[in-house]
């Protein structure tokens, strides 16, 4: 099929799922009448699917980008959807809308090759994992994102503190132990969203030595980001880990950071992940893991 004819396509049945969607007497409903042409969609562009995957870059696993991060204290910038979104002009959600200038610098930290910091991509590795949410993404922007990333390079993954397994207790806590031994017996600055929808997790950190917070604001960080950076600069290189939780302006603040001699880790929404995947195990996002449970950090 010509691939005008599938944009035709698509165009009608996105169509047909917006306008039939409220007819559906619930939410349910709703959601399962839009589905239905999603995958529509998705079986109609399944050929153009594959052959991203089978031209999107090498990406390490989630373990060997960690392992990476504790054994060189290296920083980590993460170009999710979201960054790579707004990259080819498309609105972030609803945390940053596109900015010029904060592409200029997405792009500067994209194609940076600094040994000490790592530029985690998305994980894309074969087509059943993709899961909808990034074969859409394909369809509407596949091209466009594959244009902006180096098909020699190996790149870590930005899942690192993204993707949880979330199959049995003992792999969540064995992954959960790997991850906090970034921060083990450390200073810790979580930079995070006023109001935001961060949470803190005792569980994550109990074992940093101390855990400060600086506040930005949770939509359109980067108008600030002067601001932002002058007060993270008031804490010593030496001394702490800057976490920053900010969207795509986490992505520019991790590099900078790092650049004056922090390391600094764009950690995003990995606390949320860790409630999830607790509420998808045992039913309750605060069900407690004792094997995470630690009396005083280690130094």
């Not at 009608?12 to 995958?39: C, K």
């Not at 509407?140 to 503190?161: C, H, K, T």
């Not at 006023?194 to 997790?201: G, I």
């Amino acid at each position: 099929m010509s691939a005008s004819r599938k944009r035709l396509l698509r165009a009608i049945y996105r169509q047909i799922a917006i306008l039939g969607a409220p007819f559906m007497l619930t939410s349910a409903g709703r959601t399962r009448f839009r589905e239905f042409f999603d995958d529509r969609i998705i079986e109609l562009f399944r050929d153009d699917i594959e052959a991203f995957v089978r031209d999107y870059p090498e990406v390490w696993s989630e373990e060997q980008t960690l392992r990476h991060l504790i054994e060189h204290r290296s920083s980590i910038c993460r170009f999710g959807d979201g960054e790579l979104k707004l990259m080819v002009g498309e609105r972030h959600k609803s945390f940053q809308d596109v900015n010029p200038a904060l592409n200029a610098r997405l792009e500067q930290v994209l194609g940076s090759d600094e040994p000490n910091i790592l530029i985690g991509i998305h994980p894309v590795r074969d087509y059943d994992g993709l899961g909808r949410i990034w074969q859409k993404f394909i369809i509407r922007i596949g091209r466009e994102v594959l244009a902006l990333l180096d098909g020699q390079r190996s790149y870590p993954s930005m899942g690192a503190f993204r993707v949880l397994p979330d199959e049995s207790e003992a792999a969540l806590v064995e992954r959960v132990q790997l991850i906090k031994q970034v921060w083990q017996g450390r200073k810790v600055l979580l930079v995070v969203g006023e109001n935001s929808r961060f949470t803190f997790e005792e569980e994550l950190f109990n074992n940093a030595t101390s855990v400060d917070f600086l506040y930005a604001p949770a939509k359109n960080a980067f108008a600030e980001y002067d601001d932002i950076i002058a007060r993270i600069s008031e804490y010593d290189p030496a001394e702490y880990l800057i976490m920053p939780v900010l969207g795509p302006t986490a992505t520019v603040l991790a590099y900078d950071l790092a650049q004056r001699g922090y390391q600094a880790i764009d950690f995003g929404q990995m606390p949320g992940t860790f409630r999830r995947a607790k509420r998808k195990l045992f039913g309750d996002e605060n069900h407690p893991l004792p094997a995470l449970r630690t009396t005083e950090p280690s130094a």
